[in-house]
């Protein structure tokens, strides 16, 4: 008889939204081939010896927290087979190499692509998780997946992953409209009948009357686009406006800051989807190929950052710049040419109250009433 292993996973204890999809691919692997699975997120411990530890990872300015875990488990499981894969074990291999001695799997664990993710790791998860596509065609500068996943490949049974116990579905595709299943993916969520988002977001270059026409006859909530460079002027608004028009109206936009831009520049493309009754969803630019945190691009300084962070945080919910027009234009201005003196003010104020408290501090926007976030922002 096969002798029965014990195999622990682990998530580092860093933020993150989502449950670890490859962990719970891996957990259905080897409970399929008989073995016994404990998840635990950070340093949990308990009295057992494992087999294998298998430890992801996310994001490269995540380095401290994944570091210390690998070594943590390194040391207080010395004779288990220690096993590092993820986003930032790709993107940096050598260098966690470099801190723990340990060689780590470099993209995606293959012989587990297939399995059905273990939902029973996370009960209380609400939704399934899946892809219908792997990799992306675009080759963009400043994202991951060329090198996590250089290949586009098909996931032609992904309806497979979905527990129709769960409310609605999360695609992680990274860009769906590239696939030649299309077609049939549509016909397959017409099917299953429940709510989705793909929430890595879709291509607003791609996007036709034909597909707003198919999505607009499905359950897609939100409707998510990106856009990261002024390059993707036009192409953004016309999608917006062709999605409206058929009713979609939950509509949000990833809007990439601090990557060869500017606060100018990133004032223009907010505002365009403003004007749209887009929501923006801002997310900053760190390096994918360094743990730098604080990373500041040439065109942006550390007041601009701050304040941005302190206007996503206190004023607006999840980070997400909303439809109000006239919040908008009190808070950013009406005007590019104006938004580093705004955010300057802002940084300031925020200054000042820390240092006459004597400690660290944020400015609190979120009782302000217009007036007074007028007077901020002149």
């Not at 036009?234 to 999608?239: I, L, P, S, T």
Request: with cysteine.
């Amino acid at each position: 008889m096969k002798k029965t292993k014990k195999i622990l996973l682990v998530e580092p204890d860093y933020k993150s939204l989502y449950p670890p999809l490859g962990l719970m691919k891996i957990s259905t692997w080897h409970k399929g081939q008989g073995d016994a699975v404990d998840f635990v997120r950070g340093k949990g411990l308990n009295n057992r010896k494992y087999d294998k530890v298998y430890i992801t990872t996310l994001f490269t300015y995540f380095a401290e927290e994944v570091i210390e875990t690998i070594n943590f488990y390194k040391n207080f499981y010395p004779s288990s087979e220690l096993k590092v894969g993820g986003i930032f074990a790709t993107l940096m291999p050598e260098y966690i190499k470099k801190q723990t001695g340990i060689a780590p799997h470099i993209g995606l664990l293959k012989s587990v692509e297939n399995c059905i993710p273990d939902y029973s790791l996370f009960p209380t998860l609400k939704y399934s998780l899946t892809f219908t596509t792997r990799g992306c065609l675009r080759n963009c500068e400043y994202c991951a997946v060329k090198t996590h996943e250089p290949n586009f490949l098909l996931k032609d049974n992904w309806e497979n992953d979905i527990d129709l116990s769960k409310s609605r579905i999360v695609f992680w595709d990274n860009n769906w409209f590239f696939s030649p299943n299309f077609s049939k993916d549509i016909e397959k969520l017409k099917k299953i009948n429940k709510p989705f988002d793909f929430n890595q977001g879709l291509d607003a270059r791609l996007f036709t009357v034909e597909k707003a026409k198919l999505l607009s006859s499905l359950r897609i909530s939100p409707l998510r686009f990106s856009f990261d460079s002024v390059k993707d002027d036009g192409y953004v608004q016309r999608a917006i406006k062709t999605a409206q028009e058929f009713g979609i109206d939950d509509i949000r936009v990833y809007v990439l800051y601090n990557f060869k831009d500017s606060p100018e520049d990133f004032y223009y493309r907010i505002n365009e989807l403003n004007k749209l009754g887009a929501l923006s969803y801002p997310m900053r630019y760190r390096p994918i190929d360094a743990i730098d945190k604080h990373y500041i691009d040439v065109n942006w300084n550390k007041e601009s950052l701050r304040a941005l962070k302190l206007i996503l945080t206190f004023y607006y919910s999840k980070g997400m710049i909303r439809k109000n027009r006239e919040a908008f234009l009190k808070i950013f201005g009406t005007s590019p040419k104006r938004v580093r003196e705004r955010f300057f003010d802002i940084y300031m104020r925020d200054k000042e109250k820390s240092k006459a408290r004597k400690k660290e501090t944020v400015f609190d926007m979120s009782n302000l009433n217009w007036e007074e976030a007028e007077m901020i922002a002149v």
